[in-house]
């Protein structure tokens, strides 16, 4: 298991977080509908209300899933703990995705995640599996054996070459990242582009042998979700990653196709450790965003709330 260190203060956040003025431009097309174009969707309200709102805001979730498909998605359900941990995606918010995909065509909804602690205990406590259990077609899975991950290839990576990565995620014909937002000892927060680190197999060399917000950006060149989708119904803003911490609730749920922008976004909408922070203060995110993987700037960007 991953040892974490708790130990993340405000200054060391700040102090990780200053990492110089960035140089790219983003890359990801906006979406349109009720002819405007938006770069993410802000919705409010109970869970499963306020996904399924901002799937509709998106253009439906048939925009992203058709007939016969596989999809694949990925919430964070790495840790033992109760929703109200803010540790993992609440549980009502991965069943309305669930719920949506199958609905529109999905042949299977796989929801998956390669989780720290024993597998039983997150999928029993987190409540993940029990709300999906009566979606007929959905399957909720955990990968902890090695056997069940390939190693691809990383092209444009700086430290990070290859990953073994949930094959499942590589055959499926589309992968959502349903991420919760919450504070992280090494990189400050927790939301889509860091969630990425529950579909690979060695998540220790990212807290050990290499650079882990270089390691990230190199990840999201080869796992690009479709779509994210933060749960920030809550927000864990410390002792993440797996608390016990302060919890915050904003109920919202961010979403849109940059991931860049969705966790700028998501950076924003609390105070982490007592203060708050912008996309460009993260620095995985800026050099996501220096590589040209998505915006960075919220206040840039056309966002739609409601």
């Known amino acids: ?34 002819k405007e174009e938006y770069d993410l969707v802000v919705t409010s309200g109970d869970p499963a209300a ?87 077609g959905a399957h909720v899975q955990a990968f902890q054996e090695r056997k069940f991950f390939k190693e691809i290839n990383i092209p444009q990576g700086k430290v ?7 094959q499942e995620v590589l055959e499926c014909d589309l992968l959502i ?6 504070s992280h000892s090494a990189t400050g927060v927790s939301l889509g582009l860091k969630g990425l680190m529950g579909l690979i197999w060695d998540r220790e060399s990212f807290h050990s042998r290499i650079n882990i917000n270089q390691a990230l950006s190199d990840l999201a060149t080869v796992i690009k979700p479709q779509l994210t989708i ?7 803003t410390s002792g993440g990653p797996g608390g016990p911490g302060e919890v915050k609730k904003p109920n919202l749920i961010i979403a849109g196709t940059d991931p860049v ?12 450790y007592g203060q708050n922070f912008k996309g460009r203060q993260v620095e995985h995110l800026l ?20």
């Open 177 to 182: 990242n349903i991420p919760v937002a919450k």
């Open 287 to 306: 050099i996501a965003h220096q590589r040209g993987l998505g915006k960075i700037d919220t206040d840039q960007l056309k966002i739609y709330r409601g």
């Open 230 to 236: 933060i749960d920030a119904t809550r927000a864990l």
């Open 160 to 166: 990070l070459n290859r990953v073994e990565v949930i």
């Open 1 to 34: 298991m991953t040892k974490y260190n708790h130990n993340m203060t405000r200054r060391k956040f700040l102090k990780m977080a200053a990492t110089g003025t960035a140089l790219g431009v983003a890359g990801r097309p906006s979406f349109s509908f009720a």
């Open 50 to 136: 306020a996904t399924k709102k901002a799937l509709e805001a998106l253009g439906g979730i048939s925009r992203f899933v058709k007939k016969g498909q596989r999809v694949a998605l990925k919430p964070n359900m790495s840790f033992a703990r109760t929703p109200d941990f803010g540790a993992t995606t609440h549980p009502l918010v991965v069943a309305a995705v669930a719920q949506e995909c199958i609905q529109a065509g999905a042949n299977r909804v796989l929801i998956l995640d390669h989780t720290l602690h024993r597998a039983e205990l997150c999928l029993e406590r987190s409540g993940i599996r029990e709300a999906c259990k009566n979606i007929s």
């Open 261 to 272: 922008a969705v966790d700028s976004y998501g950076v924003t909408i609390v105070p982490w």
